[in-house]
Antibody, heavy 122, light 108 residues
Framework: QVQLVESGGGLVKPGGSLRLSCAASGFTFSDYYMSWIRQAPGKGLEWVSYISSSGSTIYYADSVKDRFTISRDNAKNSLYLQMNSLRAEDTAVYYC???????????????WGQGTLVTVSS | SSELTQDPAVSVALGQTVRITCQGDSLRNYYASWYQQKPGQAPVLVIYGKNNRPSGIPDRFSGSSSGNTASLTITGAQAEDEADYYCNSRDSSGDLVVFGGGTKLTVL
């Protein structure tokens, strides 16, 4: 069965850095676009970034551009999010999510991890 | 701010039909997908594309679209349908993803 397991969240000071990981299993990871989506406490969902199956195409939300970097290691079935220059408003549960369609980008997410909480506070 | 607009809250009597809407210019060109999220849980895809349900989603959930508005309809709402519902689609450029602000559904 498809599983996505995030890790790497925690408490970090403003201006600090954190690297999130998402371990994928139960499907051919290298065939799918993957995304990071976050949810601030008590708020709605916010798309953060996506990466193509090969890693050659990447997009970011304006709110994280130039601070966050998405990457993947298909040999390790893993997705990453390097977060630098963190701000209080980056506090959220971060989910990794699989695009619904193999090989192309649909923008629909059929599997989500359980999320990892990132708290940015002094 | 979100480019997709949803009503913050909607209520429905048990067994009745409810429609949750999502408005945005990008919906004129792209279909929306819909997610159900219960407290403390990750979102679950319930509708995608024109009107497609993933395996395991009850057929009381359906989707439709007209102009700049996408709709999620629950026909015969059940107590377990009480949740937050989010729409998402591509943005107007077609390259990015946007989510609506979410609708809290209460089943009375």
């Amino acid at each position: 069965q498809v599983q996505l397991v995030e890790s790497g969240g925690g408490l970090v000071k403003p201006g600090g850095s954190l690297r999130l990981s998402c371990a994928a299993s139960g499907f051919t990871f290298s065939d799918y676009y993957m995304s990071w989506i976050r949810q601030a406490p008590g708020k709605g969902l916010e798309w953060v970034s996506y990466i193509s199956s090969s890693g050659s195409t990447i997009y970011y939300a304006d709110s994280v551009k130039d601070r966050f970097t998405i990457s993947r290691d298909n040999a390790k079935n893993s997705l990453y999010l390097q977060m630098n220059s963190l701000r209080a408003e980056d506090t959220a549960v971060y989910y990794c999510a699989r695009d619904h369609v193999s090989g192309i980008w649909s923008g629909y997410y059929d599997y989500w991890g359980q999320g990892t909480l990132v708290t940015v506070s002094s | 701010s979100s480019e997709l607009t949803q009503d913050p809250a909607v209520s429905v009597a048990l067994g009745q039909t409810v429609r949750i809407t999502c408005q945005g210019d990008s919906l004129r060109n792209y279909y929306a997908s819909w997610y159900q999220q219960k407290p403390g849980q990750a979102p679950v895809l319930v509708i995608y594309g024109k009107n497609n349900r993933p395996s395991g989603i009850p057929d009381r959930f359906s989707g439709s679209s007209s102009g700049n508005t996408a709709s999620l309809t629950i026909t015969g709402a059940q107590a377990e349908d009480e949740a937050d519902y989010y729409c998402n689609s591509r943005d107007s450029s077609g390259d990015l993803v946007v989510f609506g602000g979410g609708t809290k559904l209460t089943v009375l």
